[in-house]
Protein backbone atom coordinates (compact mmCIF):
# COMPACT_ATOMS: atom_id res chain seq x y z
CA UNK A 1 0.00 0.00 0.00
CA UNK A 2 1.43 3.63 -1.06
CA UNK A 3 0.88 6.08 2.07
CA UNK A 4 3.43 8.87 -0.08
CA UNK A 5 1.73 12.12 0.10
CA UNK A 6 1.95 14.19 -2.99
CA UNK A 7 1.21 17.79 -4.20
CA UNK A 8 -1.43 18.30 -6.77
CA UNK A 9 -3.24 21.25 -8.02
CA UNK A 10 -6.72 21.43 -6.28
CA UNK A 11 -9.63 20.91 -8.82
CA UNK A 12 -12.71 21.59 -6.70
CA UNK A 13 -11.61 24.45 -4.59
CA UNK A 14 -9.86 26.51 -7.08
CA UNK A 15 -9.21 30.41 -7.40
CA UNK A 16 -7.27 30.29 -10.36
CA UNK A 17 -5.09 27.28 -11.32
CA UNK A 18 -5.48 25.55 -7.87
CA UNK A 19 -1.99 25.89 -6.35
CA UNK A 20 -3.16 27.32 -3.23
CA UNK A 21 -5.40 24.84 -2.89
CA UNK A 22 -3.26 21.99 -3.55
CA UNK A 23 -0.68 23.15 -1.20
CA UNK A 24 -3.81 23.70 1.67
CA UNK A 25 -4.42 20.11 0.95
CA UNK A 26 -0.92 18.79 1.57
CA UNK A 27 -0.24 20.70 4.58
CA UNK A 28 -3.78 20.34 5.96
CA UNK A 29 -4.23 24.15 6.31
CA UNK A 30 -7.50 26.38 5.90
CA UNK A 31 -6.75 27.76 1.85
CA UNK A 32 -7.67 31.27 2.46
CA UNK A 33 -4.52 31.47 4.71
CA UNK A 34 -2.75 30.14 2.06
CA UNK A 35 -3.98 32.67 -0.33
CA UNK A 36 -3.36 35.36 1.81
CA UNK A 37 0.20 34.52 2.28
CA UNK A 38 0.49 33.93 -1.47
CA UNK A 39 -1.29 38.12 -1.89
CA UNK A 40 1.73 39.41 0.62
CA UNK A 41 4.51 37.61 -0.67
CA UNK A 42 3.37 39.35 -4.02
CA UNK A 43 2.82 42.91 -3.08
CA UNK A 44 6.09 42.65 -0.68
CA UNK A 45 8.89 41.83 -3.77
CA UNK A 46 6.74 40.30 -6.15
CA UNK A 47 8.23 37.00 -5.62
CA UNK A 48 4.47 35.49 -5.05
CA UNK A 49 3.92 35.85 -8.83
CA UNK A 50 7.02 33.97 -9.46
CA UNK A 51 6.06 31.20 -7.47
CA UNK A 52 2.65 30.83 -8.53
CA UNK A 53 4.03 30.39 -11.96
CA UNK A 54 6.29 28.13 -11.37
CA UNK A 55 4.10 25.96 -9.68
CA UNK A 56 0.95 26.06 -11.76
CA UNK A 57 3.89 24.80 -14.19
CA UNK A 58 5.34 22.08 -12.68
CA UNK A 59 2.65 20.36 -10.06
CA UNK A 60 0.27 18.37 -11.96
CA UNK A 61 -3.42 18.37 -11.14
CA UNK A 62 -5.25 16.23 -8.90
CA UNK A 63 -7.54 13.14 -10.85
Known sequence: MNTE???????????????????????GWDPTL???AWIVLTFFGGSGILIYGILWLVVPEAG
Open 34 to 36: VRI
Open 5 to 27: KRLYRSRSNRTVAGVCAGIAEYF
